[in-house]
């Protein structure tokens, strides 16, 4: 028999004394109540790894909700959230949280259907998990607190890098999985093993089977990723990203546009609404909104996509160095920001990009100083012909003919005199 691994240290070391002390009281509850309590996935790999993850994913062999209930009164702050179909609860108390299952194993219908959960052990939990080095355990019950459980060669495989399935179904299961593994080979700069890789690449076309909306929270993951383009990359070369659409490209292009959008961004990482126009960025209008349609993307994203492309249309006449910065702004304006944004990064005149970041460094600001009330007590009856006044003033601020109230009440009876 192999020797116990005893984790505790680690997770002294790694996790915040908020998260070990509530794993400390959550293994005892949960041993009050005669029920197993497992610390589970993404968690367990990355205390291995040494890499920060304050996720916590606990599983229980017996009633989550039941444990989540006395938990709660036991540490007395925070609130639970229940989910009885799934068995499963969240606690969130003092800006930390903590997900709870029921151990279950899965059983599916048919490729791409989500499963038949039923309770079940620790063991059949794990195995039903997408990869070895997720498919690991840490024991909380007290008299085994800390105690690895690796049924599957997942401290192996963290050991030689590579990302494998448990069982030769697991993509035909779930083809989401394919993504995720996508994922956290480039992430992790793991490789997916061989037998692993071969059975990707024959069950890529099961992400046909996929919804959209799976489908896009897996792009979701992808984009908060620190370097999403590696994952894209690596799904061109594999044929995953034409399965997501033929004419998406993961290339050298990409990886270039992706870390100038980083760069403009920083300190922060990019929004999806940044990424997501880039990476669409060469598709055709219809392709587009089938794009949209499939992926059933929120009515704000979808639009930054439409005004991506439709900007896109523009740039030939944004690219003239003659333009003036009233034409510049009506070129630009009514377009969301991240389209705007996306559009300066993507395209590929400089004179382009030069009167975009004009355009959003300062004529999308330059406003007349005059309003509307102005020109009435100067004279003008309400109506269209304000609206109109309004418009010439903007035009003149913005083409630096006018540079203050007075020269633009001067420009305005200038107008009037013509007009009377
Ligand atoms: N899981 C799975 N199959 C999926 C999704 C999730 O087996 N299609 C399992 C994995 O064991 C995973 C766990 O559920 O570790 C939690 O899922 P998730 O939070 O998506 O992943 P993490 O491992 O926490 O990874 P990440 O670091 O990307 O958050």
């Not at 779930?174 to 692993?196: K, V």
Request: with cysteine; proline share 5%.
């Amino acid at each position: 028999m192999s020797k116990t691994i005893n984790l505790a240290s680690k997770i002294e070391k790694q996790l915040p004394a908020e998260l070990v002390n509530f794993m400390q009281a959550a293994g005892e509850v949960a041993a009050a109540q005669g029920q197993k309590l497992y610390l589970v996935g993404g968690v367990v790999r990355d205390l291995l790894l040494g890499r920060t993850n304050l996720d916590l994913d606990l599983v229980v062999e017996g009633n989550a909700i039941a444990l989540a209930r006395q938990l709660i009164t036991k540490i007395n702050r925070g609130k639970i959230t229940t989910h009885p179909r799934f068995n499963t609860a969240k606690l969130q108390w003092d800006g930390w949280s903590a997900d709870l299952a029921t151990a279950r194993s899965e059983t599916y219908a048919k490729p791409g259907a989500l499963p038949s959960v039923e309770p079940s052990s620790i063991d059949k939990d794990l195995f039903r998990r997408d990869f070895t080095i997720n498919a690991m355990a840490i024991r909380l019950t007290p008299g085994h607190y800390g105690e690895l459980i690796e049924l599957y060669g997942g401290r192996d495989d963290l050991e030689h890098r590579l990302i494998r399935i448990l069982h030769e179904k697991s993509f035909t299961d779930d083809a989401t999985r394919i993504w995720r593994g996508l994922r956290y080979e480039q992430r992790l700069s793991f490789q997916l093993e061989p037998d692993t890789l071969k059975l990707l690449k024959r069950d890529t076309p099961r992400l046909d089977t996929i919804s959209g909306d799976r489908t896009r929270y897996e792009l979701e993951c992808i984009l908060q990723e620190e370097l999403p383009e590696k994952v894209f990359l690596r799904a061109e070369e594999l044929g995953v990203l034409a399965r997501l659409h033929l004419s998406l490209r993961g290339n050298g292009w990409l990886a270039e546009k992706f870390k100038q959008a980083r760069q403009l961004s920083s300190p922060n990482p990019p929004p999806a609404e940044l990424y997501l126009p880039i990476l669409a960025y060469h598709l055709t209008i219809e392709e587009n909104e089938r794009l949209i349609s499939y992926l059933r993307l929120p009515k704000a994203l979808a639009q930054i996509l439409r005004d991506s492309i439709s900007l896109k249309a523009s740039l030939g006449s944004l690219a003239d160095p003659e333009l003036t910065p009233s034409r510049i702004y009506y070129l630009i304006h009514g377009y969301s920001p991240p389209a705007i944004t996306a559009n300066s990064i993507a395209g590929d005149s400089p004179v382009a990009r030069r009167h975009i970041q004009l355009f959003l460094d300062k004529l999308r600001y330059v406003k007349p100083t005059l309003t509307g009330n102005d020109l009435k007590r100067m004279g003008i009856a309400p109506g269209p012909r304000i609206k109109e006044i309004l418009r010439q003033l903007h035009e003149a601020r913005l083409d630096g003919k006018v540079t203050s109230k007075k020269e633009e009440m001067g420009l305005v009876e200038g107008w009037l005199g013509k007009s009377n």
